[in-house]
């Protein structure tokens, strides 16, 4: 094993350095640029105060510039005192994006640094285009969808340069260094996370986070709500945003920014729920695929029968994981042998198929951080299948 | 020593701490970032980004931790949210195309068949992982992270790390079962039979 590991770490450090050789790597200027242009608050950098002297003509304006960039640094000030009267786009819920026209194209002053996920999500949803600002940073949340077993969102941050924190002036904007906080809640403690996206109505209902991903200043997240949503209402939903760097907030802290609030409402879309009840045996295992729920949110195939030992097995799709985001690929366990199973994309109409590819387990392990350099140690347990399903479909 | 040095300039608002923390780190997260995202412009921007954050950072970071494991946690985690929405719009199927390195034609004879294969291997098992999987294989075995360094400030308990570890390096044992059979014919030394292959339990120790 040792020499297999030793092969892997010098077949690694082989890849690394022919991919992107160590001699041809040169960050600083890049840095050095970026972090030239957005200085940290507070005490200036002996550089940056070097080229503001740099930059600074060195006799003078002459009067006629000086009353032209006097003019224009006025109306910039007043442009902005206008908008900020104005508050930010807060109106009800509009529905539907026009056709071809991306969303969040609205929204005021400001750039944005990325586009909103890929996917139908977007599309299926209701544009919503509220904005809300606080310590430096604007968190507009474009898009909001919802039926009866999921509810989505889709936002967008953006940092107001020039702006003090905690105040929320806005007198320019660029890419966001914080982002959605997404934790998985759906096993242990929430009070022990550091704070991060939730979901609310006014029914108290424990919406939990199930998936999403952040990127390039856009986010989104899949909460399921345990009890349901009717089909065809209308429903209140408040929706907590903080703000945190990549690395991750402190549980009980406030977060880098935020929380923002939105309140927004949404008609409730039907999920499907396809009855299949179909069993297989190998091995002297009979699972069920029980059903399938066919959101468009997260589309999950309910198996049961997997056998309930020691080693916690739980089953795995046949190419589960590839592309999926790993808060939505992980099984859900639902008790007495059943598990939800993400299958990354809706069934869709007419003869499908699920198959389990395998069950996986390990014994419990300490849940607890330990020494440096130790780890536990466990014996993980397979058992391959596969347990094929085949059922139709029905149209709507 | 001289890292310490860079962070206190850097929190007094110093630009020349970072330049030493860029010149130090750089190499190794874009490497890094490399091996998760595969693309060398990629890497270089997840690379670029996570200096830009640990600047922006810097105030919250606790000088008397080390800085190169913190932000080489933050490096892969960029790398992985990069790469995950690099395959979601470009399958992995349609990302088949070797690196132009692994058709070195400056390669000799001895380094074509030994060297240029082995890497050759790894970095088309690497990319059938999944990001996540891809990124502890690359904190284990190319960082040399510990699992407890890992799952620190993630907020991930080493159990999970560990689970993903061990999933990863089963399927990277799948993936190269039937070469490392081929390497270890002529040897002497026989590598562990499949089953222990895929898992080497050590009681309390870290493992291998």
């Known amino acids: ?38 200085p940290v608050s507070g005490e200036r950098t002996s550089e940056a105060s070097a080229r503001s002297r740099t930059l600074r003509p060195s006799g003078g304006l002459p009067n006629i510039s000086l009353a032209l960039a006097f003019v224009v640094v006025s109306v910039l000030i007043l442009g902005a005192l206008v908008y900020v009267a104005a508050g930010p786009i807060n109106g009800p819920a509009q529905h539907g994006p026009p056709p071809g026209k991306p969303h969040g194209s609205e929204r005021g002053a400001g750039q944005t640094r990325g586009a909103p996920p890929e996917g139908r999500l ?58 959605p906080a997404l934790w998985d809640d759906t096993v242990g403690d929430e009070a022990k996370l550091p704070p991060y996206v939730k979901i609310t109505d006014a029914s108290g209902q424990d919406f939990d986070l199930v998936g999403g991903g952040t990127g390039g200043g856009s986010a989104n997240a899949v909460f399921d709500a345990p009890e349901g949503l009717q089909q065809g209402s209308r429903h209140r939903f408040r929706l907590e945003v903080p703000l945190s760097t990549a690395a991750g907030g402190t549980p009980g802290q406030k ?79 639902l008790g007495n042998g059943c598990w939800s199973l993400s299958m990354g994309h ?10 389990v590819a395998r069950l996986e387990g390990v014994p419990e392990v300490p849940d607890r951080a ?27 | 020593m001289e890292e310490r040095s860079a962070i206190e300039r850097l929190k007094r608002g110093d630009i020349g701490g970072l330049e030493v923390l860029v010149r130090r780190y750089q190499a190794r997260a874009v490497q890094a970032a490399y091996l998760i995202v595969r693309d060398r412009s990629l890497a270089e921007d ?39 929405r690099r395959e979601r719009t470009l ?43 891809r990124a502890v294989v690359v904190q284990r075995y190319y960082l040399g992270m510990s699992e407890a360094e890992m799952a620190q400030d993630e907020g991930t308990p080493p159990g999970t790390i560990g689970w993903r570890l061990h999933a990863a390096r089963k399927a990277l044992s799948r993936m ?6 081929a390497q270890a014919a002529p040897a002497t030394r026989r590598l562990p039979s499949s089953e222990s292959s895929d898992y080497a339990p050590e009681g309390g120790k870290e493992r291998e």
């Open chain 1, 1 to 38: 094993v040792s020499e297999q590991r030793k092969r892997l770490e010098r077949a690694l450090q082989s890849c690394a350095e022919r991919g992107a050789p160590a001699d041809t790597v040169d960050l600083w200027p890049a840095v050095r640029k970026r972090v030239r242009d957005a």
């Open chain 1, 122 to 179: 977007p599309t299926l949803g209701t544009k919503v285009g509220q904005s809300r600002t606080a310590d430096g940073e604007r968190v507009t949340l474009d898009w909001a969808y919802a039926d009866e077993k999921y509810v989505a969102v889709g936002l967008h941050t953006q940092r107001l340069a020039g702006a003090q924190k905690g105040v929320g002036a806005d007198s320019g904007s660029g890419p966001s260094l914080l982002e």
């Open chain 1, 255 to 333: 977060p880098a920014a935020g929380p923002f609030y939105f309140d927004f409402e949404l008609s409730v879309r039907p999920a499907p729920t396809i009855e299949v009840n179909q069993k297989a045996e190998v091995k002297g295992i009979t699972l069920t695929l029980e059903r399938v729920v066919d959101s468009p949110a997260n589309p999950q195939a309910v198996v049961c029968g997997v056998p309930v030992d020691a080693h916690r097995l739980m089953p795995w799709l046949e190419d589960q994981g590839g592309a999926h985001d790993e808060l939505v690929s992980a099984p859900q366990k």
């Open chain 1, 346 to 355: 809706p069934v869709g109409e007419g003869r499908s198929s699920v198959t």
């Open chain 1, 370 to 396: 330990e020494p440096r350099g130790r780890t536990f140690s466990v014996k993980p347990k397979t058992i391959r299948g596969s347990w094929s399903f085949e059922f139709e479909t029905p149209g709507p």
């Open chain 2, 46 to 84: 997840v690379a670029q980004n996570a200096f830009v954050r640990a600047y922006n950072g810097i105030g919250r970071f606790d000088a008397e931790r080390p800085f190169g494991p913190w932000f080489m946690r933050v490096v892969v985690n960029d790398a992985v949210k990069t790469a995950a």
């Open chain 2, 91 to 133: 399958p992995l199927d349609r990302d088949n195309a070797p690196a132009s390195w692994l058709m070195d034609p400056e390669a000799g004879p001895q380094e074509l068949a030994e060297a240029a294969e082995t890497s050759r291997r790894v970095w088309t098992a690497l990319q059938k992982l999944p990001p996540a999987q």
């Open chain 2, 176 to 181: 190269l079962r039937p070469w490392s059979r």
